[in-house]
């Protein structure tokens, strides 16, 4: 599969830089290839993040995967938040269910120099769940901007000391991909690490309680 990303309608949305630089695109996968993208995403029944390698991808999920590392995609990042991430490590990792604790305020940690993504649900019916740009480290009410994460919805933004966001809580399946730039090599073998660490955890205890 080709042409996964609609790279064109990235390029063409415009940065906010209030309260922090970030942009949005609604439809960011091609329309006539979203739903499959969705069927194939992996089955991730627990909570935290997953790193992408530590999960089993199909076709044509692994295509998405594929077409995000490419430098275009780089080069439009570069260019809407003045940062140089060409030659930076990416770090993808995937999340498929919220849980209650999941979404509170925060920003991301300073080893990220951009963070984005990408949300593969089918058409979002709950009021809580969405992300929210927040003006503040202590109000999820107040915000400048909503991100529903829909079929496709894709929110990018530059990591800075206030780069607050979070959604409202939502129990259940939510799923989406998250793409940082990362300072250093050695900043996304730490973050791999304890990924991989806390996803063994949780395999352990659920399978404690199946017993």
């Known amino acids: 599969m080709t042409n996964v990303i609609q790279l064109e309608s ?10 922090f630089p970030y942009f949005k695109v609604e439809q960011s996968i091609y329309p006539e290839q979203v739903q499959a993208i ?3 995403f992996p089955d991730i029944s627990d909570g935290g993040s997953y790193n ?13 995967i594929t077409s995000i590392d490419t430098p275009e995609f780089r080069r439009i990042i570069c260019e809407k938040f003045d940062v140089q991430v060409m030659d930076l ?14 979404g509170r305020i ?16 089918e058409a979002w019916q709950a009021d809580t769940g969405k992300l929210r740009i927040l003006r503040n ?3 999820m009410n107040d915000y400048v901007d909503e991100v529903t994460p829909g079929p496709g919805s894709l929110v990018a933004f530059k990591v800075t000391d206030n780069c607050w966001h979070g959604y409202p809580a ?37 399978g404690r309680k199946s017993i």
């Open 137 to 139: 480290g202590h109000d």
């Open 38 to 40: 969705i069927k194939s």
């Open 106 to 121: 925060h920003t991301d940690s300073k080893t990220k120099v951009a963070t984005i993504l990408i949300y593969l649900n």
């Open 10 to 19: 990235l390029d063409k949305a415009p940065v906010q830089t209030v309260p």
């Open 52 to 64: 992408i390698d530590d999960v089993d991808l199909q076709e044509p999920f692994k295509s998405l």
């Open 170 to 206: 939502f129990d259940g399946k939510r799923q989406s991909i998250q793409i940082n730039f990362l300072t250093s090599a050695a900043a996304g073998n730490k973050h791999r690490f304890f990924h991989r660490l806390s996803a063994k955890l949780k395999r352990l205890i659920s």
């Open 89 to 102: 490590p990416m770090m993808i990792t995937l999340r498929g269910y919220s849980r209650q604790k999941d």
